[in-house]
């Protein structure tokens, strides 16, 4: 018996392809796809863009000053320092008793006495006082405990205000808990700028795939008269809702980078002027690919929310 014509020995039979592979496979289609999509209609993509990255670059760069402010915050040790000017009858010899009691406490870091010749050393120094002190004579100056705190600066120095040798207690902390407060302030209100202009990015690219899926209703009429099912049809636009949020942010970190060289040499100038080392941090890495990552679920959120209220209109119907 003579074989059928597909049964020919020198034919080769078609692979058959899984569901997996074939769901992979358009998921591959509808991401490049998605990316043609944009790619040929350059100035509205850059629109959309450019709006969703100066939502996204607002609070970013509120954040980052919050956080540089933090540190510098941070690395002025000199604001936890605890002055204690000990009465004038207190000796030297008594001071440095007292100094080595204290510095035996857990929650003191390190302290450093000034006897009333180094103090008026320091003022001959200055220049300024140096009249004053030709005046005086006698040095008027006692002896000083400059106290580093290892934990709550204000318990320490309610407790060194106690001690019977103390007779004042300076502190120059004050500005720093309400940098603190201010500080807090700003953390709670980047969140809630956040959530606003993240809010106001996701309808951009709902309103912009919106526009999309009108133009192609016509397609996705005839992708459901084939039998092709909802997540057939929103695949490709939710690859361009990440699209449009992955270009976003990418846009959005350039801007960023670009306004920190801009400002970095200023700043450098103004922290040397003060004597400090301070220099202006950008995004590390990965927070910088967290930022990619959120824009691109973001946009991929939004293009989900528009397709699926179409996909819900269009079965009521």
Do not use: C
């Amino acid at each position: 018996m003579a074989k059928p014509a597909d049964q020919h020995p020198g034919a080769r039979a078609a692979p058959k392809r899984s569901r997996i592979g074939i769901w992979w496979e358009h998921h591959l289609q509808s991401l490049v796809s998605s990316l043609g999509r944009l790619l040929r209609r350059p100035w509205a993509t850059l629109l959309t863009v450019g709006v969703m990255a100066v939502a996204l670059a607002l609070p970013l760069g509120l954040w980052l000053v919050l956080e540089n402010a933090a540190r510098l915050g941070g690395t002025i040790e000199r604001s936890r320092e605890i002055g204690v000017f000990l009465k004038p009858e207190i000796a030297t010899p008594q001071a440095q008793t007292l100094t080595e009691r204290l510095r035996a406490r857990g929650d003191v870091a390190a302290v450093e006495l000034r006897t009333p010749e180094q103090g008026l050393d320091t003022l001959r120094r200055s220049g300024a006082y140096a009249d004053a002190i030709a005046v005086v004579g006698e040095n008027p100056l006692p002896n000083l405990l400059i106290v580093r705190p290892r934990g709550d600066e204000t318990a320490l120095a309610a407790a060194l205000a106690a001690l019977p040798e103390t007779d004042q207690v300076r502190r120059d902390a004050v500005w720093r808990e309400r940098l603190d407060r201010w500080l807090a302030f700003g953390e709670r209100a980047v969140w809630v700028l956040g959530a606003l202009l993240g809010l106001g990015a996701l309808l951009v690219v709902g309103n912009t795939v919106r526009l999309d899926i009108q133009n192609r209703r016509e397609e996705i009429a005839v992708l459901h008269l084939l039998g092709a099912t909802d997540g057939f049809v929103r695949r490709p636009f939710l690859y361009l809702g990440a699209w449009y949020g992955l270009a976003a942010g990418a846009l959005a970190l350039g801007v960023l980078t670009a306004a920190e060289f801009a400002l970095r040499q200023p700043l450098k100038a103004l922290a040397e002027s003060y004597g400090s080392a301070f220099s202006f941090a950008g995004l590390p890495p990965l927070q910088a690919s967290a930022v990619l990552a959120g824009a691109a679920v973001l946009g991929w959120l939004g293009a989900g929310v528009v397709t699926g209220h179409f996909l819900r209109q269009t079965r009521a119907a």
